[in-house]
């Protein structure tokens, strides 16, 4: 039994061993602070700055997507910035694109598997402007200390999360989300406080 064990959990991190270290051959990004603690592979590009402050976990086990999916991070233009916080775990699937501005992630936030977080539209809504990319379309987005998004969660541009709120499972974000509420919704809206202690 005790071999079955040893033989199983050695298989499963030659397998995701392996992707990880695909996944960093494929990465071109200027990664600053910690290392981030993977369990997932984690693909971070672009000609901006990532940035780990502090100790961040991204990949859980199990849970969905773990062997099929990967974390993405793109800081796509020379000024853009992702930054996570210290003690911050991210679940699997996760993806962050900041075209022209920020991403601000702070501490001890916890973000389901699926969740999709962007600071642009990336193009423009009439005909002529669909393959264009502007600095004005694109908005920092804030998720501030300790907040619980769930899985398959989308945050749009311009968005600020209050510290301590809870975004549902589901929830499309393009308004901001006070402190210390629970919002669902598409688009999310706040449904109630959440008790203090």
């Known amino acids: 039994m005790y071999i079955k064990k040893a033989l199983t959990r050695l ?17 071109d990004a200027q990664i600053k602070g910690q290392r981030a603690n993977l369990k997932q592979p984690l693909q971070a590009v672009g000609r901006g700055v990532i940035e780990f402050r502090g100790r961040v976990n991204i990949g859980f086990f199990p849970s969905p997507h773990f062997f099929s999916s990967y974390a993405y991070l793109e800081a796509r233009s020379e000024y853009s910035r992702i930054t996570i ?7 699997n ?9 920020s991403i601000q992630i702070g501490e001890r936030v916890l973000i ?15 005909l002529a402007d669909r393959f ?5 379309w694109a908005k920092p987005v804030v998720i501030q200390n300790d907040v619980f ?3 398959n969660v989308r945050v749009c541009k311009g968005v600020t999360i209050g510290c301590g709120s ?10 901001d989300i006070p ?9 999310a809206k706040v449904i109630r406080m959440i008790p203090k202690e």
């Open 11 to 27: 298989s499963f991190w030659v397998i995701q061993g392996s992707r990880i270290l695909l996944y960093r051959a494929l990465s």
């Open 85 to 91: 916080g210290n003690d911050t775990s991210i679940n």
């Open 93 to 101: 699937g996760f993806v962050a694109i900041a075209e022209h501005t």
């Open 112 to 126: 389901g598997s699926n969740v999709e977080i962007i600071d642009s539209d990336f193009h423009g809504v009439k």
């Open 132 to 136: 264009k990319s502007k600095l004005e």
């Open 149 to 151: 998004l769930g899985s």
């Open 166 to 175: 809870l975004v549902a499972n589901g929830s499309i974000v393009v308004g």
């Open 179 to 187: 402190e210390g509420v629970i919002a669902a919704g598409n688009p």
